[in-house]
């Protein structure tokens, strides 16, 4: 089945202590992006990817960090969660940067 | 979600036609999108139009896009309690690489 795969669903965690969240595409798609959703504000973009090794940063990219180091996944790291990290996160891809994007379930993030 | 408004929830009865609105601010977009996200979900594409286009149908939903008052409506017939969800306008960007701009999503709830 095509699927975007996020891991964990739920997190957890204390500020400061590093937390890497992964994201997998099947579908051989060159483009992949991570958003964050908030009450009110929609999803905003963190980072985004447009091949292997080609990231860029979105909206929001402050205290995040991301890499591609092959096609199919693109974890989101978070160096030193801070609490107002605290969030939904989805990831998405597409098949080029011109194509509708397919989104994982999400993972709901909280940092205390 | 600045540049792309939507109203924050749209009351409705079952079996009534529900129109779910949204104006976007860049004249450069080149697809507008709905998405649809249920309770635990991630989005999914319900539906897309291109920017030269004025009205998309597929079966019960029916897009209209008003280029030039960059509005945009979603229309949902015969709205049944499986609509329940918070429905995302975005819009892709011709000005900026790959990006798409989400609304803050519209919570549609059904009313026996």
């Known amino acids: 089945e095509a699927q975007v795969t996020q891991n964990p669903r739920y997190l957890i965690t204390v500020t400061g202590k590093k937390l890497t969240v992964t994201c997998s595409q099947n579908?051989?798609?060159?483009?992949m992006s991570w958003y964050r959703q908030d009450p009110g504000l929609g999803l905003r973009q963190i980072y985004y990817?447009?091949?292997?090794?080609?990231?860029d940063k979105g909206d929001v990219p402050e205290g995040y960090k991301v890499s591609r180091k092959e096609k199919r996944n693109f974890p989101l790291i978070l160096e030193s969660p801070s609490p107002n990290q605290t969030s939904l996160y989805f990831c998405?891809?597409?098949?080029?940067?011109?194509?509708?994007?397919?989104f994982g379930n999400g993972t709901r993030l909280t940092v205390t | 979600g600045e540049d792309v408004e939507q109203s924050l929830f749209l009351s409705v009865r079952e079996g009534d036609s529900s129109v779910i609105n949204c104006t976007y601010t860049?004249?450069?977009?080149?697809?507008l999108y709905w998405y649809k996200q249920e309770p635990g979900a991630g989005l999914q594409l319900l539906t897309y139009?291109?920017?030269?286009?004025d009205m998309k149908q597929d079966q019960r939903l029916t897009v209209l896009l008003n280029k030039k008052d960059k509005h945009l409506s979603l229309r949902i017939a015969d709205t049944q309690t499986g609509d329940s969800a918070i429905y995302f306008c975005?819009?892709?960007?011709?000005?900026?690489?790959?990006?798409?701009?989400f609304g803050s999503g519209t919570r549609l709830s059904i009313r026996p």
């Open positions: 139009i291109f920017s030269n286009m």
């Open positions: 975005a819009e892709r960007r011709d000005s900026s690489a790959s990006k798409i701009i």
């Open positions: 998405a891809s597409s098949l080029n940067g011109n194509s509708p994007l397919h």
């Open positions: 579908m051989n798609h060159e483009y």
């Open positions: 860049d004249s450069s977009s080149t697809y």
């Open positions: 990817s447009m091949n292997v090794e080609v990231t």
